[in-house]
């Protein structure tokens, strides 16, 4: 289960994950409370301001993939904490002038886009160093290893910062964030370089990322494994968004409230990505089909529940579901494409992952101020189950997935679910 831990590079990676995660989640509620309060309970305001955060991804990722191929990914992750601190700084700035009960909405727009910018370059970077400091035979341990970590933290920073705001205000949540981002450069620092699994760094040329888009577009697994991820995330996984405005405006609650509909969903994710990483076998397409379906249908089924007690108990398989999805998809691509082209297909990855929240939160948003709070749930869900759907009929149709038929002792054919195999075509 924790395979990739015995690699000291990645043991430093996990350490410097957690205690930067923690005060990523804690200014993310903060965030998302700060703007509800400053317009008024606005769910169209929300909408915008991850749009302003997401919205980098969609001209940044593809690039900071293409410099994943062709430059030392340590240096460049040590170069995005270096700026992931700058902006730190002027969280802390905000921070400061909220204490003083002097920020406004536009200031959190601006730090949101600035942040933005920053994880747009990093996060393909992030994705496709894993493989460098644990190899192939434990990547899928440790894909599973980061998302625990990420979860942990997503689990321990939301319920602490649901508190602090309750008691201190959501400035000095923003403050406490603002010292957190040494962790990982300092982790980056203390790797032991010649431990890892270096890939030799693709040869700067003209139309790499037209290369990339080409490479993706010829592999008919990928193309819907990429273009369901897309539909999902942009529609389904609104939960910062829909759950802030679902405890404010439809149970009336405060932000422990909000930030503990957090927690729960995070428990979820927690214990899918403990179910991942005792996983012995790499997960194939039939899992993440599987997944889509389930999680579309558990998140209509939240929108759907009358309190808020039946709506924080079922985030937790939602949770679950939601980490199975997107860690099948991350396995299936970070194992299936060449080193020379990882970092452009996890660009694009990030690009379908979180290019589209900018078009869909706003939409969403708007949803949930014309015609419920529930809406985003209930629409994401549909959206999320009509698109697995979709998709397991597609790769039926072109031999990408087939249902094998099992003979039982009573001598009749049935076809069963647990007897779906999947041939994913390179």
């Given at each position: 289960?924790?395979?990739?831990?015995?690699?000291?590079?990645?043991?430093?990676?996990?350490?410097?994950?957690?205690?930067?995660?923690?005060?990523?989640?804690?200014?993310?509620?903060?965030?998302?409370?700060?703007?509800?309060?400053?317009?008024?309970?606005?769910?169209?305001?929300?909408?915008?301001?991850?749009?302003?955060?997401?919205?980098?991804?969609?001209?940044?990722?593809?690039?900071?993939?293409?410099?994943?191929?062709?430059?030392?990914?340590?240096?460049?992750?040590?170069?995005?904490?270096?700026?992931?601190?700058?902006?730190?700084?002027?969280?802390?700035?905000?921070?400061?002038?909220?204490?003083?009960?002097?920020?406004?909405?536009?200031?959190?727009?601006?730090?949101?886009?600035?942040?933005?910018?920053?994880?747009?370059?990093?996060?393909?970077?992030?994705?496709?160093?894993?493989?460098?400091?644990?190899?192939?035979?434990?990547?899928?341990?440790?894909?599973?290893?980061?998302?625990?970590?990420?979860?942990?933290?997503?689990?321990v920073g939301p319920a602490v910062s649901g508190v602090l705001i309750t008691l201190v205000g959501t400035g000095w949540v923003f403050l406490i964030n603002a010292v957190s981002f040494a962790a990982v450069f300092g982790a980056l620092v203390a790797m032991n370089v010649g431990q890892l699994f270096r890939v030799e760094p693709t040869p700067r040329a003209k139309g790499q990322v037209r290369?990339?888009?080409?490479?993706?577009?010829?592999?008919?697994?990928?193309?819907?494994?990429?273009?369901?991820?897309?539909?999902?995330?942009?529609?389904?996984?609104?939960?910062?968004?829909?759950?802030?405005?679902?405890?404010?405006?439809?149970?009336?609650?405060?932000?422990?409230?909000?930030?503990?509909?957090?927690?729960?969903?995070?428990?979820?994710?927690?214990?899918?990505?403990?179910?991942?990483?005792?996983?012995?076998?790499?997960?194939?397409?039939?899992?993440?089909?599987?997944?889509?379906?389930?999680?579309?249908?558990?998140?209509?089924?939240?929108?759907?529940?009358?309190?808020?007690?039946?709506?924080?108990?079922?985030?937790?398989?939602?949770?679950?579901?939601?980490?199975?999805?997107?860690?099948?998809?991350?396995?299936?691509?970070?194992?299936?494409?060449?080193?020379?082209?990882?970092?452009?297909?996890?660009?694009?990855?990030?690009?379908?992952?979180?290019?589209?929240?900018?078009?869909?939160?706003?939409?969403?948003?708007?949803?949930?101020?014309?015609?419920?709070?529930?809406?985003?749930?209930?629409?994401?869900?549909?959206?999320?189950?009509?698109?697995?759907?979709?998709?397991?009929?597609?790769?039926?149709?072109?031999?990408?997935?087939?249902?094998?038929?099992?003979?039982?002792?009573?001598?009749?054919?049935?076809?069963?679910?647990?007897?779906?195999?999947?041939?994913?075509?390179?």
């Open positions: 289960m924790f395979a990739a831990l015995k690699t000291h590079n990645y043991r430093l990676w996990a350490s410097g994950q957690i205690v930067s995660l923690v005060g990523t989640w804690m200014q993310r509620v903060a965030q998302d409370w700060l703007v509800l309060t400053l317009s008024g309970g606005n769910g169209f305001a929300v909408g915008i301001v991850m749009a302003l955060q997401f919205g980098p991804t969609l001209f940044l990722s593809v690039w900071g993939g293409v410099l994943a191929d062709r430059y030392d990914k340590r240096k460049l992750l040590m170069i995005t904490q270096v700026f992931a601190a700058v902006c730190g700084l002027v969280l802390g700035v905000l921070g400061v002038l909220d204490v003083g009960g002097m920020v406004e909405l536009w200031h959190v727009y601006v730090i949101a886009f600035i942040l933005g910018c920053s994880s747009a370059i990093d996060a393909p970077v992030r994705q496709s160093f894993t493989i460098e400091m644990v190899g192939k035979e434990t990547l899928a341990n440790a894909i599973a290893l980061n998302s625990m970590t990420f979860n942990m933290a997503r689990i290369e990339g888009f080409r490479y993706v577009w010829g592999r008919g697994d990928l193309r819907v494994l990429l273009a369901t991820v897309f539909m999902v995330s942009t529609f389904g996984l609104n939960f910062p968004l829909s759950l802030s405005v679902l405890a404010r405006n439809t149970f009336g609650s405060g932000a422990d409230a909000y930030g503990l509909l957090s927690t729960t969903l995070a428990v979820g994710t927690l214990a899918g990505a403990t179910l991942a990483a005792r996983r012995a076998s790499a997960p194939r397409l039939r899992l993440f089909i599987g997944a889509v379906i389930a999680f579309g249908a558990f998140e209509l089924i939240v929108g759907l529940m009358p309190n808020y007690l039946l709506v924080a108990l079922l985030l937790i398989p939602t949770g679950a579901l939601t980490l199975t999805f997107t860690t099948s998809a991350m396995n299936i691509l970070q194992m299936s494409v060449p080193s020379d082209m990882r970092g452009r297909v996890m660009g694009i990855y990030m690009l379908c992952f979180l290019g589209g929240t900018p078009l869909g939160s706003p939409v969403l948003g708007w949803l949930a101020d014309a015609l419920d709070p529930r809406a985003p749930l209930l629409f994401g869900g549909a959206i999320s189950l009509a698109t697995g759907l979709f998709a397991a009929v597609y790769l039926l149709r072109h031999n990408n997935l087939r249902i094998t038929v099992v003979r039982p002792a009573d001598g009749h054919r049935l076809p069963t679910l647990d007897t779906v195999a999947v041939s994913t075509k390179v």
